[in-house]
């Protein structure tokens, strides 16, 4: 028996959350991509799998970064958890498919964590670039219907560096700590320096944690930034909001002030 899904076109869009600030010496950075399917998902009316039918591939997630730069893990964390890392296929040069199998009408989101090489302070890297792909039902190439960009950008303001994306604190177990840095980082942008200070020691504590290595040094920095006695804990949120602002995580995004691109040259 051949199984039908409803005729519709399919629409897709893709959305990345994260925060591209990276301190000095940073190589690491963490995204949760949401990629949205109407219309139908991967089917549009033609054949889904059923009894003697091959497995449909379904989307496929398409993964460039630069030179130097590679994935370490893909996974997707909501609705349902699968590691999508082992997966890969490599599709041309730095460049790596990852099938999710066919969609329906519905929303799923993926960790992606990139390393990079360190092109030192003051420097932007487009990361990575994220292609949506829907199989050809006559097995022709499959075409790109959503698109997404992550990008990395090396600072010297902690305040910038240390704030964790709600997304993606939500999916890694950080949503406290996460918490925690942004009620510190508001208490300063509002001049309350004493709750600031009591916020951000309180979020050193969380960070105090196996696998926050980095955040709690980057703390340590804010922390110590927070004089309450004369208070400079408002340089502390001005760092913070301008990073904030300034953050380069959707496509045609400006260059955020004094940060050089590093690889515009590179076509990813």
Not at 43 to 64: F, H, I, K, Q, Y
Not at 105 to 130: Q, V
């Amino acid at each position: 028996m051949v199984h039908f899904a409803k005729s519709r076109v399919p629409r897709f869009t893709a959305e990345v959350h994260h925060n591209p600030f990276l301190p000095e010496g940073g190589r690491e950075v963490h995204a949760v991509l949401t990629v949205t399917a109407t219309g139908g998902g991967s089917t549009g009316g033609r054949p889904v799998a059923g009894p003697g039918r091959e497995p449909d591939p379904g989307v496929l997630l398409r993964v460039r970064t630069p030179l130097g730069a590679r994935v370490a893990l893909l996974r997707q964390v909501a609705p349902a958890a699968a590691d999508l890392t082992a997966r890969r296929r490599a599709s041309g040069p730095r460049t790596g498919d990852y099938p999710t199998g066919p969609w329906g009408d519905e929303s799923r989101d993926y960790h992606l964590c990139l390393r990079l090489p360190d092109p030192g302070l003051g420097r932007e890297m487009l990361a990575a670039r994220i292609a949506v792909l829907l199989p050809a039902p006559d097995g022709a190439a499959p075409r790109v219907v959503a698109q997404a960009l992550v990008r990395a950008v090396w600072t010297d303001e902690p305040a910038s560096a240390v704030r964790i994306d709600r997304q993606v604190a939500h999916h890694t177990g950080r949503a406290e700590l996460a918490q925690a840095i942004q009620r510190g980082l508001d208490a300063a942008k509002w001049g309350d320096a004493v709750r600031a200070l009591a916020e951000l020691r309180r979020a050193a504590l969380l960070a105090a944690a196996p696998g926050n290595g980095d955040t709690a040094k980057l703390l340590a920095k804010v922390v110590d930034g927070v004089d309450t006695a004369a208070g400079t804990v408002r340089q502390t949120a001005e760092a913070a909001e301008t990073g904030r602002e300034g953050s380069p995580t959707a496509p045609g995004t400006r260059t955020p002030p004094g940060a050089t691109p590093t690889n515009d040259h590179d076509q990813l």
